[in-house]
């Protein structure tokens, strides 16, 4: 048994870039991040298990002089986790830590057992000097190993820490008379890695990696994606599965190729506060895909290539969780 550490980051776009991405953006799905469990089998999608003890965020409430605006910053992470919290279809009982469970302590590295939300620790921000923010999850691979909170690990895939730093040499605003990129924008994308999902292509939804001016709504994509790591007992919406095989001409199956699920209507499926975007997923090694998470709706089910301009490094993992060295990308877009 061993536990490891992954490290998920949102960059910023200029506004020339984000028109740039708008125009060519090809809509991939949402993705959880996976870990092949040590004992060998199938990679397992990671997520917290609540049963095993209570997960609770805790805010280092210091603030540099980048971060501006009327807002409090608990104010902000606490909307974050709220919307991800009112998705449909979702049972997420996570909470944040009183007064008294806020914390001046900094990042560690190796883990910690508390799950910090900070704005001025010193984390990894050296591989890319655009990135906003990062989570890092420690995961075990394996059942049996402690989890840090005086039980054991019960799966390979088990979230037991994650915490989120903030770049300090960005600037940041949490609203009226703040300066910078929206906070809470960036905050909605770190809190659906602390759940466990990892990037999506799908412009503009909130797992998409580069942050837009300000969103803060949930996309169907982010819905289909955190409904299917932490189903509710009773759903909201009935949702369905659309299954397949995507095969190169010459019948062996395509590993990693982008397979979505594209309304064919104006029909708003799910409602709210809920933005409507392509729903879908990637295939397997065999070249097999189920689409979870589909309302009821009328589709066109395209797959197409991870080949630009979000690619094989931006869902890290993806392709090392089974095996491979990357995903496949030597065909072209079909559709049916």
Not at 60 to 78: E, L
Not at 117 to 126: E, L, P, R
Not at 252 to 274: K, L, R, Y
Request: net charge negative.
């Amino acid at each position: 048994m061993s536990v490891r550490r992954e490290r998920r980051a949102i960059v910023v776009i200029s506004l020339l870039l984000a028109v740039a991405f708008l125009l060519v953006m090809p809509a991939f799905p949402w993705l959880a991040q996976f870990t092949p469990p040590s004992g060998g089998g199938a990679p397992a999608a990671d997520h917290w298990d609540f049963s095993a003890f209570p997960v609770v965020w805790n805010l280092n409430p210091q603030k540099g002089s980048n971060i501006t605006g009327g807002r409090a910053v608990a104010d902000v992470m606490q909307a974050s986790f709220n919307t991800w919290q009112a998705a449909p279809n979702a049972a997420l009982p996570v909470t944040r830590g009183s007064d008294v469970g806020d914390t001046s302590a900094g990042f560690s590295a190796s883990g910690n057992n508390t799950n910090l939300i900070c704005f001025v620790c010193q984390g990894d921000f050296t591989r890319d000097a655009e990135t906003l923010a990062v989570t890092i999850t420690t995961i075990e691979n394996a059942s049996g190993g402690s989890d840090g909170h005086g039980g054991r690990s019960r799966f390979a895939g088990q979230i037991i820490d994650a915490d989120i730093l903030f770049n300090p040499a960005h600037q940041f605003s949490t609203g009226a008379g703040g300066t910078g990129q929206d906070l809470q924008t960036v905050a909605t994308h770190e809190v659906g890695h602390f759940f466990g999902l990892d990037h999506s292509a799908v412009v503009r939804a909130i797992m998409f990696p580069f942050a837009p001016p300000s969103e803060t709504a949930l996309s169907y994509d982010d819905v289909a994606g955190i409904s299917q790591l932490y189903p509710k007992a009773s759903a909201d919406v009935a949702l369905g599965t659309i299954s397949g095989t995507v095969r190169f001409a010459g019948g062996g199956g395509v590993f990693g190729a982008h397979v979505f699920a594209e309304s064919a209507t104006g029909n708003q499926p799910i409602g709210g506060n809920i933005r409507k975007s392509p729903i879908g997923t990637m295939s397997l090694p065999d070249g097999s895909y189920q689409i979870r998470g589909v309302p009821p709706d009328s589709y066109i089910v395209v797959a197409e290539p991870l080949d630009s301009p979000v690619g094989n490094g931006d869902i890290q993992g993806y392709a090392r969780a089974f095996g491979q060295g990357s995903v496949q990308t030597n065909f072209t877009t079909r559709w049916h």
